[in-house]
């Protein structure tokens, strides 16, 4: 069962507010991925597990977005597809896909991305709240970031198939995520 | 402070609010059976005690742990329990009232310690405590010796008093004990004595010097004749006589026996307490106070009290219900380890030179499987708790209810031993709580009225508790006037539930149904208790989150009963797993009564819906597939099967495409996206990483079986 963890939560969380023992200024980490050719990302803290996808039960009468639910370790779990709650064409299911185990405080549920990118380290000028982010799907946006104003963050996976760009990633609220 | 000070913090407050628990608990049962006894007109003095010192014990670990509102009822009702065992207060219903308010405030306080207004309270304590005069007896008539009256408690003094007033004899029992089994033969001879006479007071007496015995002079009170006790307590080396009234020839006395001083409690051998690791199994006479009160009086009991309260901690375990599921959890995840070597030495099979390796491995998993059994038993076990912890709390909301309502009830309580699951037992306590209410308030009749109709004054509840295979039926009884099908019809009517044509249509059962609709009542004016229009609802909502079904059934002028189907346990269940549509359900057992391979020519539709006949009684039918939307309707497989639903008295056919077998289950809840959906009651890992919905067949019955009943109503409306 162990080889479908991709990997477990090792990186030490940093607290969105609080004390730190460094004295720089506060940073904010986020677990980047991707999502219909665009990048998103949720707060580390928020993220338990990354996933590869096990075999789903669909639930009949669960709402459109619910894919379904899957056991992890005994545990049953319920897993959001993310393309159909932000309201995205379909995409089938590659060897890439994951399912990101988020934690809102109340319930952990998975969530389904396209691909898992990096962990980006985002300063406060790196960050612009969602004031001005529009559309349809902007009450799970809490903002966008900015990684190349600072020039961290950056990385690439090994496999080359996926690179965070010097661009800008979407920042979801884990909370408003998964609120029903 | 660390968190672990913090947690200890906890754990010690989670101890002490179980403890307490446990106290009220008992405290609440005994006064149940005073009430009764006072009913009857004999309280026994012995159980007053009882009482007493659980409150007392109460009131100590309460300031122990700062509840100091626990404390304060509890040193108030402590000073009112000491008044009505010295006699001081005659117990009354009144009184009775403010013990059992007291109970419910505990329950209160140690529910949220903050919030609870008390004031009142202490002004009902007291009102009943005003203490009466105190009484002029004949004890003066009686040629007591000095001696012993000048030792004798506060408390001896009422009981002798008591007896005196009751005209009841009294006797002196001189008995010489061996010092190596006096314990035991003391609470021997108390015990012989009980059903007949009360031990007052003994002293040791200065006959003969021995060392080995000792000599007691026993002074109790009797109605039984004198030789009756003579048979029955006088022995060898006792002698029996009576005491005499003044006046009266001293018949036996020869120059009483001078009496030694009090002596001190150390050395006040029948006093000492039994072992403590039998402590929760002694028998309530061996508890007896008296002797530990006749050397020290009522100021110092608490010595006693608090030996009792240090050995309750004797040989049982407190244990969150968290931690079980914990275990229970760990034990699926086992079975699913277990799942997996099974699949691993069959795959070792297959190579010739494994062979031998296999076949250990294989030894060695069935083993692991019995032991995992054993295992999933034992946690299982542990969870099951007796009913009789909510039936003793439904006694109490019997009673009060019935002295507000003016009616007069008797509780028959049957098979309170049953068990259930601690979880279930949690969650019933309200669902049961309205429904007996209901029975007091709208079911059972005032005393004139049931005179009229030619019953007993006195209505009876009955609360009775069975197992049944794989469920527990609680049912709950009353012989009052019985529900009014038509009142409920016009009220369904008034409310816009059912067109008023539609009568024809609807059996009783079915009317009777719309009690358990939200809102509904049939009251125009509202009461204190019901009538209010929640609570039915409210009792069907809970009992099918648990997995059961509420019946009623009714009959005019005879009683009313309400029956709940539960099933023992949520922890694990046995279920059937079934396959529609390309995917796997489990149904639980308890809702199964059997399956049968479906004939398509068996098939018949009444009233637009599909049913079978099944040894001559209509079965309606489900699909699976179309009640999920699993495929399109054409594709159908060839096969099929039957799966005969049943909860209570209602049954219903699903139709499946195979079936897989049985086997145990957990249950994992669906997560909170989820709960809205309905029909499952949850998911199982089937072991291979898959997971399986399990039906909710409750609701699935309802759901199915509401659609048919509303059909032919509908047609009527419009």
Redesign the interface.
């Given at each position: 069962m162990s080889e479908g963890i991709v990997r477990q939560k090792t990186i030490m969380p940093v607290p969105a507010s609080g004390p730190s023992s460094a004295p720089e200024p506060e940073v904010f980490e986020y677990l980047g991925f991707m999502l219909a050719d665009e990048q998103y990302a949720l707060p580390l803290t928020s993220i338990r597990e990354i996933l590869k996808p096990p075999p789903v039960t669909h639930v009949p009468r669960a709402p459109q977005d619910i894919l379904g639910v899957v056991s992890v370790r005994g545990r049953v779990t319920t897993v959001v597809d993310l393309r159909r709650r932000l309201r995205m064409p379909e995409g089938a299911m590659t060897k890439f896909s994951r399912v990101l185990l988020v934690d809102d405080g109340r319930e952990v549920v998975g969530v389904l991305v396209d691909a898992v990118l990096a962990v980006v380290r985002l300063g406060p000028q790196e960050l612009e709240l969602a004031a001005n982010v529009g559309g349809d799907t902007a009450e799970y946006v809490r903002g966008i970031g900015r990684p190349g104003a600072r020039g961290a963050g950056r990385s690439a996976r090994s496999d080359g198939r996926w690179t965070l760009k010097d661009d800008i990633l979407i920042l979801l609220d884990p909370r408003a995520l998964l609120r029903r | 402070m660390s968190t672990d000070d913090q947690d200890d913090d906890l754990d010690v407050r989670d101890e002490f609010l179980a403890e307490s628990q446990e106290i009220v608990e008992a405290l609440s049962r005994d006064l149940l059976v005073l009430d009764q006894m006072q009913k009857e007109g004999t309280p026994d003095p012995d159980l007053i005690n009882e009482i007493f010192r659980g409150v007392h014990t109460l009131k100590g670990i309460a300031g122990m742990f700062g509840y100091h509102q626990v404390g304060a009822v509890a040193h108030a009702l402590e000073d009112l329990l000491d008044d009505l065992r010295l006699g001081r207060v005659t117990l009354t219903q009144e009184v009775l009232d403010v013990l059992f308010e007291g109970v419910e405030n505990f329950q209160r306080l140690l529910g949220d310690q903050a919030g609870v207004d008390l004031s009142q309270y202490a002004q009902s304590i007291e009102r009943v405590s005003s203490p009466k005069e105190a009484p002029a007896t004949g004890l003066e008539s009686y040629d007591l010796d000095p001696g012993v009256l000048a030792v004798r408690t506060e408390y001896e003094e009422h009981r002798l008093r008591t007896n005196v007033e009751q005209g009841n004899p009294l006797y002196r029992l001189k008995v010489r004990f061996s010092l190596a089994s006096i314990d035991t033969a003391l609470e021997e001879l108390k015990t012989r004595a009980k059903p007949v006479a009360e031990i007052i007071t003994y002293l040791p007496s200065m006959g003969e010097i021995d060392r080995d015995s000792i000599d007691l002079d026993v002074l109790l009170a009797s109605r039984a004749p004198e030789d009756e006790l003579r048979e029955l307590l006088v022995h060898d080396d006792s002698e029996l006589m009576a005491v005499p009234r003044k006046g009266a020839e001293a018949t036996s006395v020869a120059s009483p026996a001078p009496v030694v001083p009090p002596p001190p409690p150390e050395s006040h051998g029948p006093s000492v307490p039994v072992p403590a690791a039998v402590a929760h199994s002694i028998p309530p006479a061996v508890l007896d106070s008296k002797h530990d009160d006749a050397s020290h009086g009522a100021a110092s009991h608490d010595e006693a009290v608090d030996l009792l309260s240090l050995r309750s901690v004797a040989n049982t375990v407190r244990v969150d219900i968290r931690k079980l599921d914990h275990l229970m959890?760990v034990v699926?995840?086992l079975a699913?380890v277990r799942t997996a070597i099974g699949a691993l030495s069959e795959t070792l099979r297959a190579k010739p030179e494994l062979r031998q390796l296999a076949t250990e491995l294989h030894r060695a998993n069935r083993s692991f499987e019995r032991n995992l059994a054993e295992l999933q038993d034992g946690i299982l076990d542990v969870r099951m708790v007796p009913l009789r912890q909510i039936f003793d709390k439904l006694a109490r909301v019997v009673r009060q209810t019935a002295r507000e309502h003016e009616k007069e009830i008797r509780l028959v309580v049957n098979g309170a031993d049953t068990e259930v699951d601690k979880l279930i037992v949690e969650e019933l306590s309200d669902p049961l709580m309205h429904i007996i209410r209901n029975s007091i308030d709208h079911g059972i009749e005032k005393p004139k009225v049931r005179e009229l109709a030619g019953k007993a004054p006195e209505g009876t509840l009955a609360l009775n508790a069975y197992q049944k295979g794989n469920n527990v039926l609680i049912e709950v009884e009353d012989d009052g006037a019985g529900i009014n099908a038509e009142k409920i019809f016009e009220a369904a009517v008034r409310r816009g539930l059912v067109s008023k044509d539609a009568r024809a249509e609807l059996s009783q059962e079915d009317i009777f149904d719309f009690i358990f609709t939200a809102g509904f009542t049939t009251r125009s004016a509202i009461t204190d208790l019901s009538g209010r229009g929640v609570g039915m609802d409210v009792v069907k909502t809970n009992i099918s989150r648990l997995g059961g079904v509420v019946d009623v059934a009714s009959e005019s002028g005879i009683g009313t009963k309400f029956t709940i189907t539960l099933p023992i346990t949520l922890a694990i269940i046995s279920a059937l797993i079934v396959k529609v549509a390309g995917?796997r359900f489990a149904l639980p057992l308890t809702a199964v009564e059997e399956a049968l391979l479906l004939r398509r020519e068996a098939i018949r539709t009444v009233e637009g819906r599909d049913v079978i006949t099944l040894r001559g009684a209509t079965l309606p039918l489900c699909r699976v597939d179309d009640l999920?939307?699993?495929r399109a309707a054409a594709q159908s497989p060839d096969k099929s099967f039957v799966v005969v639903t049943a909860l209570g008295n209602r049954r219903l056919g699903l139709i499946v495409d195979e079936l897989h077998g049985q086997r145990d289950i957990?249950i994992?809840?669906?997560?909170?996206?989820?709960r809205d959906?309905?029909?499952?009651a949850?998911?199982?890992?089937l072991g291979d990483?898959?997971?399986?919905?399990v039906l909710d067949a409750s609701s699935l019955l309802e759901e199915v079986l509401k659609r048919a009943d509303s059909a032919p109503i509908l047609e009527a409306t419009t």
């Open positions: - | 959890n699926g995840e699913i995917r999920f939307e699993l957990v994992k809840p669906l997560g909170k996206s989820l959906v309905r029909g499952f949850g998911a199982t890992d990483q898959n997971v399986a919905l």
